[in-house]
Structures are given as C-alpha cells and as structure tokens.
C-alpha cells in the first residue's frame, strides 16, 4: 500500500508540473515594463518618479543632451522653478524657449539670442534690398520692351504708307487724267462741229 500511494505522489508532481507548462505556453509573454530616469534626474544623480518630477515630460532620457544645454545656462534649480511657475500648457513651449537661448548663449557669450535675431534681421535686410533691385531691373525692361515695340509699329507704318501713297498717285492721274481727256476731247469736237456747219449748209 505505501508502494502504491509513493508512486501515486510521485506521478501527480510530473503532470502538475505539465499542466503549468501548458498554461505558460498558451499564454502571452508579457512585457517586462523597465523605468527609467528622465535625462535630468540621471545626469543630475537623483531618484526620479515620473509621476512627480516637474522635468519628466519635457526632458525625455532619449534627449540628454536637451537638459545639458539648459541645465548649462540656467542650471537645474532655476529651471525647476520656471516651470513650477506656469501652467502646465504653457511649459512645454517654455523649455523650447530656453533650451534655444541656452544654445544661443552657447554659440554666442556676449549678444546670445539677440545676437542671432540681429544677424537674421541683416539677412533680411539685404534680401529686401535685392528684390527692389530685381523689381526695378524688371520694370525697366518692360518699358524698354514697349518701346520697341512701339518703334517697330511705328517703322511699320512708315514703310506702308509711301507704298500707299504711290498707289494713290498711280491712280488719281489715270482717272482725272481721262476724264480731263474726255472733256477736253468732246469740247473740240463741238468746236469743229461749230466750225464746219457753215460750210456744209
């Protein structure tokens, strides 16, 4: 009997074990969740819990280099308390401005942001100057292509009227020329005939 009952104990622990096998094979793995510090906390060196971190949302841990240039210029207190200051919609555009002054004041020490929106507004400038030049120069050949075209028409119409002209006198002279004729003809005809009627009769 005590045989029976250890072989009995010994084959229920296999098909525990195979039904447990089962039921994990079956099932999906799950997906092992890993916190990690936002990119302030860990250069900074402190715990980080992402529901309570002010920095959390807007300096992910995949951007370090984000918080280093802000943190650089501004350093971490004064940014912590920038941000605890204004409304939560308004920090994100927040931390935009400030990582460009940040980046400014990098590249240029004395002037910063300003020094580049100087710089742009010369750009600017210049460009300006170029597209009146542009517009000027654009002008100027229209009205240089009017008038072309207007001494074109105009040569145009000097070469078409002495053609008109000589039609004119070719045949004005032909006609009243004839017709002069023809009553200077039919004149002396009656003339003669007032001449020779005398003799006749």
Known sequence: ???????????????????????????PPQAVVVL?????????????????????????????????????????????????????????????SMVYEASARIRDPVYGCAGAICQLQKQVNELQAQLAKSQAEVVNMQLQQANLVALFCMSQSEQESPQQSMDEFIQSPMQSGGYGIGLNFLEENNSLNSLWEPLWT
Request: hydrophobic share 30%; net charge positive; aromatic share 6%.
């Open 1 to 27: 009997m005590e045989s029976k009952s250890t072989t009995s104990d010994t084959c229920s622990v296999p098909l525990s074990h195979n039904s447990s096998t089962s039921s994990n094979s079956n099932s």
């Open 36 to 96: 990690s510090p936002c990119a302030a906390c860990k250069i900074l060196r402190r715990r980080c819990s992402a529901d309570k971190c002010v920095l959390a949302p807007y300096f992910p841990p995949t951007d370090p280099a984000k918080f280093t240039i802000a943190h650089r210029v501004f350093g971490a207190s004064n940014i912590i308390k920038f941000l605890q200051e204004l409304p939560e919609a308004r920090r994100a555009d927040a931390v935009t």
